[in-house]
């Protein structure tokens, strides 16, 4: 783990207000046994979908399958398949879907497998997948990863203490760095709470901080939390800042414990988020469990992006057994209705997450290859990584296109696996055919 030993990310124990503020992204830890089945959640959901019997040809070779979630409203697909029975649809009658406590658990149970008391595939941040394929978060064991879908795009936000409101910090803030500067100066170390080291808020957060003139490396700690302890660690004042995905961001500004600067919709509009992961091993064991799987999940995600099953999704996933967060704190953020907190609101449907919309569940490879070249900015792959076959080792667009044509979405599968350029809230443009001229033009960076 020597990576993670050149970096300022910082683990804080003996809190008394809320315990220890996180455990490092990079140990052991014990999974929750919060565990819900197919078969008891079809048994307790009233709309649950109908199975058709499934072909002899397209039997599953197995019934059963361990994934894993993290209480974030991105997670919604892998619930929802479940509540509504679309596993159950395509033959897979024994689904578990496990909480987890943290990133570290996630990637922890993914090493192990299900044979091992782990899991199968999870809800997950886009870059892990591929730092466990290579070893990088795993101690040098590398475990064969694929990508099959995308969960989501957009849905996550960056938010500030109630100390920095008069700052007026926001997306583009002129006063970040002088703000930061100065607290630096009066001897006060700055702290800034991501939810796993490379993961995808640990970049929105990097991005964010650099295109702001703030060093993300020199000038500020970087620490880890899990997304469900964020706001606790903010009401403690334990950190400045945090990136996480909803609800917490919400919850933390009703809560009036901070406020939220900036949307990740803002930073980059449909950027690409969590994916649906499993071991390579377990894809390759069990083709045509994983492809239904996959379809259940594409159909969960049809479904959670119908504004018509909004409520109904909050409702679900808010409950005890998944997030424990009231419904209304998830369902104004999922439609696009963000309140600040500091006066300033916003009613945008099209910065609010998407499960399904413009592509949203498709995994260009293009995205991938941008965060791969992220995490080379910032040493947690080396600069000599071949990110092209890396990508097309992990990525398997191919099965989503597979199982989009089986649930008669075919129309919606994208003409390329690439997005094209895209360009940042601050004019930065990534082109896909040159990630070498981005990490050239960035400022702050580690190569």
């Avoid at 007026?168 to 703000?179: E, G, P, V």
């Avoid at 009401?235 to 414990?257: I, T």
Wanted: aromatic share 8%; hydrophobic share 40%; proline share 5%.
């Amino acid at each position: 783990m020597g990576m993670f030993s050149r970096r300022k990310f910082l683990t804080t124990a003996g809190l008394s207000t809320v315990g220890a503020i996180a455990l490092n992204a990079c140990t052991s830890e014990t999974p929750t046994a919060t565990t819900t089945t197919a078969a008891t959640s079809a048994a307790t959901t009233a709309a649950t979908t109908a199975a058709a019997p499934v072909n002899a040809a397209d039997a599953p070779e197995t019934t059963k399958a361990k994934l894993g979630f993290i209480a974030l409203t991105d997670a919604s697909p892998l619930i929802i398949a479940l509540e509504k029975g679309y596993f159950k649809k395509y033959g897979m009658t024994d689904v578990e879907v496990l909480k987890q406590a943290s990133w570290g658990t996630t990637r922890d149970n993914i090493v192990l497998g299900s044979d091992a008391g782990g899991i199968d595939g999870a809800h997950i941040l886009t870059p892990m997948p591929y730092l466990i394929a290579e070893g990088k978060i795993t101690n040098g064991n590398k475990v064969p990863m694929y990508i099959l879908a995308r969960l989501n795009t957009n849905g996550q936000a960056i938010s500030i203490a109630n100390d920095f409101k008069d700052a007026k910090i926001a997306l583009k803030s002129d006063a970040l760095k002088d703000t930061f500067a100065k607290i630096k100066s009066g001897g006060k170390e700055l702290k800034c709470a991501v939810t796993f080291p490379g993961g995808t808020h640990d970049l929105w957060m990097r991005y964010w901080l650099s295109a702001n003139g703030v060093d993300p490396d020199k000038d500020v700690s970087t620490i880890v939390v899990p997304p469900p302890q964020m706001v606790a660690n903010m009401k403690a004042g334990n950190m400045q800042a945090f990136c996480v995905g909803e609800p917490w961001n919400a919850r933390l500004v009703e809560q009036q414990s901070g406020y939220t600067a900036l949307t990740t919709g803002e930073l980059w509009k449909d950027h690409p988020e969590k994916a649906f992961t499993m071991r390579a091993d377990w894809v390759d064991k069990n083709p045509k469990a994983a492809m239904a799987l996959l379809k259940g999940v594409l159909e969960a995600q049809v479904w959670c992006e119908d504004p018509a099953n909004k409520e109904e999704m909050c409702k679900i996933v808010g409950a005890d057994k998944w997030f424990k967060v009231p419904p209304a704190e998830i369902l104004g953020r999922l439609q696009g209705k963000v309140d600040y907190g500091d006066g300033r609101t916003l009613d945008n449907p099209d910065l609010a997450m998407k499960f399904w919309k413009d592509a949203a569940s498709y995994p260009f490879k293009s995205h991938d290859l941008w965060f791969l070249t992220e995490d080379i900015r910032w040493g947690y792959f080396d600069a000599t990584l071949d990110t092209k076959a890396l990508v097309d080792k992990v990525n398997r667009e191919d099965m989503w296109k597979e199982a989009a044509k089986a649930i008669g979405k075919e129309a919606d599968i994208p003409k390329s696996t690439s997005r094209g350029i895209e360009t940042f809230f601050d004019g930065v443009k990534f082109d896909p055919e040159n990630p070498k001229a981005y990490l050239d033009g960035l400022k702050f960076k580690k190569v």
